[in-house]
């Protein structure tokens, strides 16, 4: 599954979760079996955590570090440019910044209130 795959995927999990608390509970209790649920089967050794943000919490996730950086996040660290997080035009939250500029995401404390995929 490639990366648009992914997300497209994970929105539909999330949204599920939203419609369906029967399902929330149980991708937070047993997540490798609610994911099966949906398709989803992950890779031998592959654990997967979710948690549910509040209007008390908001989790903010560091990615793995890479081992390589791409030429274009090379140029971007010499030149002193670029994030992970940018404001959106469209709505002003935050976004998962993209190549083409595109919303992946609004992130807000409590909410994510949009899932976009490229």
Not at 37 to 45: F, I, S
Not at 82 to 104: E, F, P, W
Request: net charge negative; proline share 3%.
């Amino acid at each position: 599954m490639n990366q648009e795959e992914q997300l497209k995927k994970f929105s539909q999990i999330i949204a599920r979760c939203w419609a369906d608390e029967a399902y929330k509970r149980r991708l937070l209790t047993d997540t490798a079996a609610a994911l099966a649920e949906e398709g989803v089967e992950l890779p031998a050794g592959l654990e997967v955590k979710v948690v549910e943000d509040t209007a008390q919490v908001f989790h903010l996730v560091i990615p793995a570090k890479s081992d390589e950086l791409s030429e274009e996040e090379l140029d971007q660290v010499s030149g002193g440019i670029g994030s992970v997080m940018d404001s959106c035009n469209s709505c002003g939250g935050l976004t998962a910044s993209t190549s083409s500029g595109g919303c992946r995401g609004i992130i807000l404390p409590g909410k994510i209130t949009s899932l976009k995929t490229l």
